[in-house]
């Protein structure tokens, strides 16, 4: 009797722990992943950031700068990949809002204001501070205060104006009120207020509200693409009938000037006097062929990364496409591998003494671009450091990107390799001992590298605009169909431009066509690199050291990755071009 009373206790504690282990399971996912809440439910406000306006990237902990009401225990909530990366900390404020619940006028805390407090609240007033809260994933940003006839003056009131549709949180607005002059020994009575009103939107476009329609889907945007696919369109038009007649009326002369044993050429000139020199190996053939790769990976990379981003929501998560790119290059490791593995066998074929160099080439294509980034972010982390900036980031998170390099990257770029290396080899042209002497161009020859990057550039400059004022002013960037079409035709045009560079090239009788192609395709990031320099000066009110850094660091990088892929477009197509015409000389 005894014993049976014990065990239907038992049974009875074991229930209880089993409602409250599910109940604590239901509110934990009511909030942070499914986004439905009951009536009363917590919402929980984050604060992220904080930082002078006119600098986007010199941000702060949300609590490290000014002398807020700092909550009673301090609880991050875990950052994702993409969020460590971007400086996004989210800590959980002591503000009660309870959902359909509204709140009148409620004391967060008092605060008496040092001397101290008091110049750090003025400096940030006069630099114009701004913070950002987030609350169910919506933002939510003002400022800190504002100078009103010479007196610096502090809002002290948040009045959230908040908005459901069944049980989602649909509409959230932060307005920052009741201004304070700031002085030594003010007393501050920092309060909140919460309003809850019904809304119609629906819960999937409630992100829809935070983007600019009449910036990005303005006439001048569709006029430039149109204007860049005539171009394109005009541009390919030239190459295919002046290139196609060239090259017929070519033929024709060589055919004329073959002896009877079809060996010798009476022809003094011309791009076939150079085909004993064509396929020779370039200098520095490891470096290129990892640029190439790289160029490679780049490529299909960015078509991944617009496709994704077409497919899916990315601007209402953050750092989700960060997160999204450091998986993508992991992946497609494997395509640089092959790519530069392959352009390597070519090399190969035509210098058997390079074949030992395999390995540097491995090596290298799979640690030029992630170790050209890691030396740049690896500086620009000393800055953020020095600055106690949130933007650096933390070992934690660098240890994570470099296992995933280590472990995922490396490798594919190594399966890559060995795949490309041992795929069947293309028979080339015989290449003569001694170099050809190349004969003296005229000294505006030269310009051509340098002046091939205008058209690309003048295809992409605006959406450049678009994307540069996404980054550093303030806006979700969200057409990346537009993005995709402007992608296009930038490959397009270096297509175009490389086929004709090298037409000319080889008919100087300049054989050095392989890395004078990728250096046509590379100049357009010297074009874009000056744009940056132009946006940076008239474009923004930008200023300081710390933002300085960050800004032409960020542009290095970009600029870098764009030599590298338009480079990349530029020699595959002037390989293909030269592959062409000369197996057809050798069928001849």
Same mark, same amino acid.
């Given at each position: 009797?005894i014993?049976?009373?014990?065990?239907?206790?038992?049974?009875?504690?074991?229930?209880?722990?089993?409602?409250?282990a599910?109940?604590?399971?239901?509110?934990?996912?009511?909030?942070?992943?499914?986004?439905?809440?009951?009536?009363g439910?917590r919402?929980?406000?984050?604060?992220?950031?904080?930082?002078?306006?006119?600098?986007?990237?010199e941000t702060?902990?949300y609590f490290?700068?000014?002398?807020?009401?700092?909550?009673?225990?301090?609880?991050a909530k875990?950052?994702?990949?993409?969020?460590?990366?971007?400086?996004?900390?989210?800590?959980?404020?002591?503000?009660?809002?309870?959902?359909?619940?509204?709140?009148?006028?409620?004391?967060?805390?008092?605060k008496?204001?040092?001397?101290?407090?008091?110049?750090?609240?003025?400096?940030?007033?006069?630099?114009?501070?701004?913070?950002q809260?987030?609350?169910?994933?919506?933002?939510?940003?003002?400022a800190?205060g504002?100078?009103?006839?010479g007196?610096?003056?502090?809002y002290?009131?948040q009045?959230f104006?908040?908005?459901?549709?069944?049980?989602?949180?649909?509409l959230?607005?932060?307005?920052?009120?009741?201004?304070?002059?700031?002085?030594?020994?003010?007393?501050?009575?920092?309060?909140?207020?919460?309003?809850?009103?019904?809304s119609?939107?629906?819960?999937?476009?409630?992100?829809r509200?935070?983007?600019?329609?009449?910036?990005?889907e303005?006439?001048?945007h569709?006029?430039?693409?149109?204007n860049?696919?005539m171009m394109v369109f005009?541009?390919?038009?030239?190459?295919?009938?002046?290139?196609?007649?060239?090259?017929?009326?070519?033929?024709?002369?060589?055919?004329?000037?073959?002896?009877d044993?079809?060996?010798e050429?009476r022809?003094?000139?011309g791009?076939?006097?150079?085909?004993?020199?064509?396929?020779?190996?370039?200098?520095q053939?490891?470096?290129?062929?990892?640029?190439?790769?790289?160029?490679?990976?780049l490529v299909?990379l960015?078509?991944c990364l617009i496709?994704?981003?077409?497919?899916s929501?990315?601007?209402?998560?953050r750092?989700?496409l960060?997160?999204?790119?450091?998986?993508s290059?992991a992946i497609t490791?494997?395509?640089?591998?092959?790519a530069?593995?392959?352009?390597?066998?070519?090399?190969?074929a035509?210098?058997?003494?390079?074949?030992?160099?395999?390995?540097r080439?491995?090596?290298?294509?799979?640690?030029?671009?992630p170790?050209?980034?890691?030396?740049?972010?690896?500086?620009?982390?000393?800055?953020?450091?020095?600055y106690?900036?949130?933007?650096?980031?933390?070992?934690?998170?660098?240890?994570? *990107?470099?296992? #995933?390099? +280590?472990? @995922?990257?490396?490798? /594919?770029? &190594? !399966?890559?390799t060995?795949?490309?290396?041992?795929r069947?080899?293309?028979?080339?042209?015989?290449?003569?001992?001694?170099?050809?002497?190349?004969?003296?161009?005229s000294?505006?020859?030269?310009g051509?590298i340098?002046?091939?990057?205008?058209?690309?550039f003048?295809?992409i400059f605006?959406e450049?605009y678009?994307?540069?004022?996404?980054?550093?002013?303030?806006?979700?960037?969200?057409?990346?169909?537009?993005m995709?079409l *402007?992608?296009? #035709?930038? +490959?397009? @045009?270096?297509?175009? /431009?490389? &086929? !004709?560079?090298?037409?000319y090239?080889?008919n100087?009788?300049?054989?050095?066509?392989?890395?004078?192609?990728?250096?046509?395709?590379?100049?357009?990031?010297?074009?874009?690199?000056?744009?940056?320099?132009?946006f940076f000066?008239?474009?923004?009110?930008?200023?300081?050291?710390?933002m300085?850094?960050f800004?032409f660091?960020?542009?290095?990088?970009f600029?870098?990755?764009?030599?590298?892929?338009?480079?990349?477009?530029?020699?595959?197509?002037?390989?293909?071009? @030269?592959?062409?015409i000369?197996?057809?000389?050798?069928l001849?």
């Amino acid at each position: 009797m005894i014993s049976s009373k014990v065990d239907k206790g038992q049974g009875q504690a074991m229930l209880r722990a089993i409602c409250v282990a599910v109940l604590v399971v239901h509110s934990s996912f009511c909030d942070e992943v499914t986004h439905k809440y009951e009536e009363g439910d917590r919402v929980w406000v984050y604060g992220n950031k904080i930082g002078p306006f006119n600098n986007p990237l010199e941000t702060y902990g949300y609590f490290d700068v000014l002398p807020w009401c700092e909550p009673h225990s301090k609880v991050a909530k875990k950052p994702t990949l993409g969020e460590a990366l971007t400086g996004d900390e989210l800590i959980k404020l002591d503000v009660n809002v309870e959902f359909k619940k509204d709140t009148s006028r409620k004391q967060i805390c008092r605060k008496t204001l040092s001397q101290a407090d008091a110049d750090v609240l003025k400096a940030a007033i006069k630099e114009q501070y701004w913070y950002q809260l987030f609350l169910d994933d919506l933002p939510t940003w003002a400022a800190v205060g504002k100078i009103v006839k010479g007196e610096y003056m502090m809002y002290t009131h948040q009045r959230f104006s908040l908005g459901y549709n069944n049980n989602h949180v649909v509409l959230a607005n932060m307005t920052a009120e009741n201004k304070v002059a700031v002085a030594e020994g003010v007393e501050l009575e920092f309060t909140y207020s919460v309003e809850w009103k019904a809304s119609k939107i629906q819960f999937d476009n409630r992100f829809r509200r935070y983007l600019d329609e009449s910036f990005f889907e303005h006439n001048i945007h569709w006029v430039s693409v149109l204007n860049s696919f005539m171009m394109v369109f005009v541009l390919a038009c030239i190459v295919m009938i002046v290139l196609l007649r060239t090259l017929k009326a070519d033929y024709a002369r060589y055919d004329k000037d073959i002896d009877d044993d079809g060996t010798e050429f009476r022809d003094e000139s011309g791009w076939k006097q150079v085909h004993s020199e064509v396929f020779r190996v370039p200098p520095q053939h490891v470096l290129l062929c990892a640029l190439v790769g790289t160029g490679y990976q780049l490529v299909v990379l960015l078509f991944c990364l617009i496709f994704i981003a077409i497919a899916s929501v990315v601007y209402a998560d953050r750092g989700a496409l960060l997160t999204y790119g450091v998986i993508s290059y992991a992946i497609t490791s494997s395509v640089a591998g092959y790519a530069s593995g392959r352009q390597f066998v070519h090399y190969a074929a035509a210098g058997p003494a390079i074949s030992k160099d395999w390995k540097r080439t491995t090596l290298l294509t799979a640690s030029l671009l992630p170790g050209t980034i890691a030396a740049m972010i690896f500086l620009l982390n000393l800055v953020a450091v020095y600055y106690n900036s949130q933007q650096a980031i933390p070992f934690t998170t660098m240890v994570a *990107v470099v296992l #995933i390099w +280590l472990f @995922v990257s490396l490798p /594919l770029v &190594v !399966v890559g390799t060995f795949i490309g290396r041992h795929r069947k080899k293309v028979d080339i042209l015989r290449v003569s001992q001694i170099p050809r002497h190349i004969p003296e161009k005229s000294h505006y020859s030269h310009g051509w590298i340098a002046a091939g990057g205008i058209l690309p550039f003048g295809s992409i400059f605006i959406e450049l605009y678009f994307v540069f004022t996404s980054f550093w002013n303030y806006k979700y960037y969200y057409v990346y169909g537009f993005m995709l079409l *402007v992608y296009v #035709i930038l +490959l397009l @045009v270096t297509m175009c /431009l490389a &086929v !004709v560079f090298t037409y000319y090239l080889l008919n100087s009788e300049d054989y050095r066509w392989q890395w004078s192609s990728f250096a046509l395709g590379a100049s357009t990031s010297g074009y874009v690199f000056l744009y940056s320099v132009y946006f940076f000066l008239f474009k923004t009110n930008m200023a300081g050291f710390f933002m300085t850094m960050f800004y032409f660091g960020y542009m290095a990088l970009f600029c870098g990755a764009l030599a590298i892929l338009c480079g990349t477009v530029s020699f595959i197509t002037a390989d293909m071009f @030269v592959n062409r015409i000369y197996r057809n000389i050798k069928l001849e």
